[in-house]
């Protein structure tokens, strides 16, 4: 069969908007057009003469969504009017006119350009706000003073600390020097007089790791007056030529506590004067000492009265052996066996205490 001739037909229905750049060219009364000749689009109602921008009451059409809406705008008013009455921060080198209380000022260096303050408005007067150090998290400082004032806790490394020495005292002596202090230890050269008409010696004290010191004091030859002296955490040295001629340990020199004499059975202190010992330690030599008096109970023999136990401290290898005073003319002999022992053997029998006082040895 022959096709004499074909058709197209397209329904629409009338209430769908019309989408286009331009104007239907047959419109209908409250025919819809979506202009999509600008932006954003625009819905367009056929009123029988003209189109009519059409709008879109949300309140009647989701009224959930636009008290979400209602609920933003009042929020963003309330900002507007907060923002209006706490000014924005100022930065200039003038304080600001007529500031409002919780006002900031940024004060401003004009030369370097630079923040040298920052303030708030307290409602009478502007108060500086200091800078929190976790504020300053910069790779680098540099060029800077500061009057710090107490620094506590932090440390810092990788520094040297230089301090300039110039004083003069009542008696008109000029002190000069200066004093350096680093990872490397501590150094002190300084300048310094001896009394008017005599030479100027220099001092220098260095330390090394934070518990040795060396100090020289130098006249103006150059030469050491006093020869070099090395201070550690154990001893004193005296070098010359860099040989150590002295050397004093910490504990070549010390001094306990007066320690009782436990007695034996039957004797007691006389007078008061509680029996005691103690060790005194010079240049490494131990020597122990004995002080107080002792009284027995019963008579006392010819022979020997042992009255105490050697204390395990002064324990001696040798006996050691001294005279003792007594209450009368006549006095005694003390000892201290290498038994261990103490016993006293008196002149007479009827003394009624001896002392102790002149009893001391060197302990092995």
Not at 141 to 150: N, V, Y
Not at 339 to 353: C, H, K, Q, R, V
């Amino acid at each position: 069969m022959t096709i004499r001739a074909a058709a197209e037909m397209t329904l629409t229905d009338i209430n769908d908007a019309i989408v286009s750049g331009e104007a239907p060219l047959t419109p209908t009364i409250d025919l819809l057009w979506m202009d999509s000749s600008v932006t954003p689009n625009v819905l367009r109602r056929w009123d029988g003469e003209k189109w009519v921008s059409q709008t879109l009451d949300i309140k009647e059409a989701d009224p959930e969504i636009n008290g979400k809406i209602e609920e933003a705008i009042t929020v963003a008013n309330n900002a507007l009017i907060e923002s209006s009455i706490n000014h924005k921060p100022v930065f200039d080198k003038m304080q600001p006119s007529e500031p409002v209380e919780g006002d900031t000022w940024f004060k401003i260096d004009e030369e370097t350009k630079t923040i040298v303050g920052v303030y708030t408005w307290n409602g009478n007067s502007w108060v500086e706000l200091p800078l929190d150090y976790n504020a300053l998290r910069v790779g680098k400082l540099s060029a800077i003073t500061a009057e710090l004032g107490d620094v506590k806790s932090g440390s810092i490394t990788g520094a040297e600390f230089v301090h300039n020495i110039n004083y003069k005292d009542i008696d008109d002596n000029l002190y000069t020097g200066i004093v350096k202090m680093n990872d490397d230890g501590f150094n002190s050269t300084s300048y310094l007089p001896t009394g008017v008409g005599s030479a100027v010696l220099e001092s220098i004290i260095s330390t090394l790791g934070g518990y040795k010191v060396a100090q020289k004091l130098i006249d103006v030859a150059g030469e050491s007056s006093l020869g070099n002296s090395i201070l550690t955490s154990k001893s004193l040295q005296f070098n010359e030529n860099g040989n150590i001629k002295l050397s004093i340990d910490a504990d070549s020199f010390y001094v306990t506590e007066w320690q009782n004499l436990i007695l034996n059975s039957g004797y007691s202190t006389a007078e008061s004067n509680t029996p005691q010992y103690r060790i005194i330690c010079v240049f490494g030599i131990r020597i122990a000492f004995f002080r107080g008096q002792v009284q027995k109970s019963t008579a006392w023999t010819a022979t020997n009265n042992a009255f105490a136990s050697v204390p395990f401290e002064v324990q001696t290898t040798k006996t050691a052996m001294a005279y003792a005073p007594t209450n009368k003319a006549s006095g005694g002999r003390v000892h201290a066996s290498s038994s261990n022992a103490m016993g006293f053997i008196p002149a007479e029998t009827s003394i009624t205490y001896f002392a102790l006082n002149q009893l001391f040895y060197v302990l092995d």
